[in-house]
């Protein structure tokens, strides 16, 4: 099982960003996926999350409205487009696949891609 995060970067507040994680080694459209980040400091967040079967999502209060996660069954690929970023979306994201998903939330299984840097600067 593999996945692989990129589209991080620096940016300005304000500005955009698309994430993007291509997954191997599994059966990609039988699991949800998600996207998770961690701040310096901080602990680690679940910042949204897709369903497997019927594209359902969920996303963390604070990036509602902002960010926007899909995926393409044929692509092995989740995507999290992220719009009016502020400093406080600074982070490394990872992908990961779901062991199960709770109330909309992906929980993870033991499989994460390596992060990929977001900074957003003021």
């Known amino acids: 099982v593999q996945l692989a995060e990129s589209g991080g970067g620096v940016v300005q507040a304000g500005g955009s960003l698309r994430l993007s994680c291509v997954a191997s080694?599994?059966?990609?459209?039988?699991?949800?996926i998600g996207w998770f980040r961690q701040a310096p400091g901080k602990e680690r967040e679940g910042v949204s999350c897709?369903?497997?079967?019927?594209?359902?999502?969920y996303y963390v209060d604070s990036v509602k409205g902002r960010f926007t996660i899909s995926r393409d069954n044929d692509k092995n690929t989740v995507y999290l487009q992220m719009n009016r970023l502020k400093p406080e979306d600074t982070a490394v994201y990872y992908c990961?696949?779901?062991?199960?998903?709770?109330?909309?939330?992906?929980?993870?299984?033991?499989?994460w891609g390596q992060g990929t840097q977001v900074t957003v600067s003021s």
């Open positions: 990961v696949r779901a062991a199960t998903v709770v109330a909309g939330r992906c929980i993870p299984d033991h499989y």
């Open positions: 080694g599994f059966t990609f459209d039988d699991y949800a």
């Open positions: 897709i369903s497997s079967s019927d594209g359902s999502t």
